[in-house]
């Protein structure tokens, strides 16, 4: 069964071919700046091999033709026909209150997410062209939505919402919905597969670190919290966003800076967090070269204020959860970053969370549990993979339907 997972972004659209029946990724890549000069692209192929085909790519459905043309050419395909593909997945930012799981997309399906736009007008709007492209080009091929917002759906009210006038949820559906909802679902459900334990009886925080960032409590195998809110800038600080701020600092920011909405949120959104703190860079390992190679004092309060915060959103979810079993890093940073881990755990202990430095500092990139050996707490190490967790809802609601 080949599964193709689609990610349209506004000018991009990645794309990976997943065959559940060997787990092998046959082809993956990204059709990158479409309807601007310069569009191409890019296909990777399971022996390494790396395709790059320029052309004039000037809106999504020409890029998923484009993507459907590179998988069965004879040079550089992994498909004889188009045929082979059983079903489509679909990344989907927001799904707001309609969409609590994967839905299998129909004409009504698609009607509630024109609705859910306004929630997320730069990433909702590609999202939809990508699955109504598909729809032309292959009509008989199934088609799934996964929401990021999903997983969190399960948040209880007190924990979604605002404290402003009620009026405005029941107006604007104002409330927080959370977002890396597939991540944190993949991530969590992989660990207490990998220490053999029940996910349904664990209690788990999960961090999912990389550019954009975002922390989750999970229980009973159900998301109660979660650090991002109405849009993905709420919570940690991160690369380029700020994180957690006082509302009043930004209306203050407004009033001497003279800046308007649209002002303030590309303030808040890419010139703040880590970059903004720091004047050096969003990336980590630029940071981290800055701050202990060069001793970049604005770099070392950036990764502190990084780390603190997310120590203390741990601590907030352990009070939330009524304690944690599993502690859980994902991300390019969370994953990557063997710094930042000891940062974060560091002082811990008396939650039970403890880290094994020696193991800790030699992980990389790979699923592992970086605990001392009592700790109360098991800290591991999960690669997300939004893409395969994608694809494996998209088979399950192909089957169910077949069934
Ligand atoms: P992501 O958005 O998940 O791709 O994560 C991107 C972030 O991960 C960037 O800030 C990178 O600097 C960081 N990252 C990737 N690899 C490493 C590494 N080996 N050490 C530290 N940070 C890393």
Known sequence: MKILVLNCGSSSIKYKLFDLATNEVAANGVVDKIGLKGS??????????????????????????????????????????????????????HGGEKFNGSVLVTDEVVEMMEKCISLAPLHNP???????????????????????TAFHQTMPDYAYMYGIPYSLYQKYSIRRYGFHGTSHRFVSEKACEFLNRDFKSQRIITCHLGNGASIAAITNGVSVDTSMGF??????????????????AA????????????????????????????????????????????QNERAILALNMFTYRIKKYIGSYIAALGGVDVLVFTGGIGENDTQVRAMICDNMEYLGIKLNEEVN????????????????????VIPTDEELMIARDTNDIVNELAN
């Not at 999504?60 to 395909?77: A, C, D, F, N, P």
């Not at 999202?127 to 091929?141: A, F």
């Not at 849009?231 to 009043?248: Q, Y």
């Not at 407004?254 to 903004?276: F, P």
Request: charged fraction near 25%.
């Open 40 to 93: 191409a692209i890019k296909l990777e192929r399971p022996d390494g091999q790396k395709v790059l085909l320029e052309g004039e790519i000037l809106d999504h459905q020409t890029g998923i033709e484009y993507i459907l043309g590179v998988m069965t050419s004879e040079k550089h395909g992994c498909l004889k026909d188009l045929e082979e593909i059983s079903a489509v997945g679909h990344r989907v930012v």
């Open 126 to 148: 590609p999202n939809l062209k990508g699955i109504e492209s598909m729809k032309e080009l292959l009509p008989d091929v199934p088609q799934v939505a996964v929401f990021d």
């Open 231 to 248: 849009t993905p800038v709420e919570g940690l600080i991160m690369g380029t966003r700020a994180g957690d701020l006082d509302l009043g």
């Open 251 to 294: 209306t203050y920011i407004m009033d001497n800076e003279h800046i308007g909405t649209a002002s303030l949120n590309t303030l808040i959104n890419k010139h703040s967090g880590v970059l903004g703190i720091s004047g050096v860079s969003s990336d980590f390992r630029e940071l981290e070269k800055a701050a202990y190679q060069d």
């Open 361 to 380: 500092a030699k992980l990389r990139g790979k699923e592992a549990q970086i605990q001392e050996q009592n700790a109360k707490v098991k800290i591991v």
